[in-house]
């Protein structure tokens, strides 16, 4: 096939998916730029692209563009090499105008998938991933803002993002004309014009990843986006949504503050609590309940560690190992005999008694057949 055995077809594919990456970052980087200017704005949009359908397609589309351009890219270099055979070391005879970039766009390539690995590790495997995987960490997978905190906290997370820029400038610049000249658009006038519009657009793109990594940076450092009042009820909000899914009746609203106060009163005993409903709404999954009290209680715990909630009977409930309750006990009865009580005869019924039985129970007592008669 034209596109696999040629060198001009390979070098289509690489253009067309070179493009459709450069669209793919412009969007991304104009995306992270709303985190500077409204961060909340930012989550609703993270809230969008999370697990749902088509946010899937298009990072299985994306996945798909990423590997597909890496593998023409390893290709296109190995044949150009096997070509020229020995003249690949007369490199020094390369005319000036040849760019730097140019010579090293695989290496270029390697250093912004290595960039790409350690991003992708600090964000989509916290994000989209784990709502994949149905995982619930402290923080809700679409509280983008304090991923971002999270990741930008460390030093060396602007450093390597600044790296993984500069890399992404070389290897930008240089391929945006490259791949107009590899579909033909290679015009004697149009060429510069390429270069030129490339080197903008790079620059403006990169220009703004760099401003976002500095204002993360700074912000990060002041713990801006775990104290915002708004973006801690987002957050809030986030992780109360499943719970008032599974107990519609509960109504748990989202400010910081009321949700503190129930949990305080609930966390203590809600492995009893929990029991409890799990006898009286046999409907409901206490275990996933449990689950969703715990995501809150650790979230208010994250953005407020001084609120200190208990987390103990809480996580006992979400290993589904709630408690169950004793009713008279719980009823404010008084407590039940500890002796062993006949269980054949309903409470409150006349209990029937054999003459012989009467005989028996009149005697003195002797050793009980069943040890467990011996229970007090
Ligand atoms: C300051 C700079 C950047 C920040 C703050 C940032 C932030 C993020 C966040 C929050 C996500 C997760 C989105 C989600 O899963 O919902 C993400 C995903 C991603 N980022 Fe970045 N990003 C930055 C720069 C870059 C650069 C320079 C590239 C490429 C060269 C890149 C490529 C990607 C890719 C491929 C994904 C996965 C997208 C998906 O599958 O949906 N990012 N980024």
Known sequence: MW?????????????????????????????????IVWPAAYNVICEFLGANWYALIAS????????????????????????????????NKTPKAVEW??????????????????????????MQLEEVLGHHGTVPAAAGTLFIQEAFKEIWTPIVYIIGFVALWFHMTHGFWSMFQSIGWDSTAWIPRWKKIGDWWT???????????????????????????????????????????????????????TV??????????????????????????????????????????YLDPTANLPVEALQRAADGQTQQPQMPQMMGQPQAQPQAQPQEAPQGEPKQVSPEQQAADDA???????????QK
Request: some cysteine; proline content about 5%.
């Open 260 to 301: 503190k106060m129930t949990m305080a009163q609930i966390a203590p005993q809600a492995d009893m609590m929990l029991g409890m409903m799990k006898m009286q709404m046999p409907g409901v999954d206490i275990q996933a309940v449990g689950q969703q009290m715990l995501n809150i209680v650790n979230l208010v715990n």
């Open 101 to 126: 970039s140019s010579k090293n766009m695989l290496v270029l390539g390697i250093v912004i998938l290595a960039f790409l690995v350690v991003h992708l590790i600090q964000f989509w495997a916290k």
């Open 364 to 374: 003195p007592a002797q050793e009980p057949a069943n040890p467990n008669d011996k």
């Open 3 to 35: 596109l696999t055995s040629s060198s001009v077809g390979r070098k289509f594919i690489m253009a067309l998916t070179g493009i459709c990456l450069v669209l793919f970052v412009t969007f991304h980087c104009l995306m992270n730029s709303i985190a």
């Open 203 to 257: 620059s403006i793109v990169v220009a703004l990843f760099v401003a976002q990594a500095v204002v993360f940076f700074v912000q990060s450092q002041k713990d801006y986006y775990s104290t915002q009042p708004e973006l801690q009820s987002q957050y809030i909000e986030m992780a109360v949504a499943p719970l008032n899914e599974t107990l519609p009746m509960l109504n748990m609203p989202s400010d910081m503050q």
């Open 60 to 91: 299985m589309g994306l996945a798909l563009l990423f590997i597909i351009h890496i593998i023409y890219a390893v290709w296109l270099t190995v044949m150009n090499r096997k070509a020229r055979g020995n003249d690949r070391y007369l490199i």
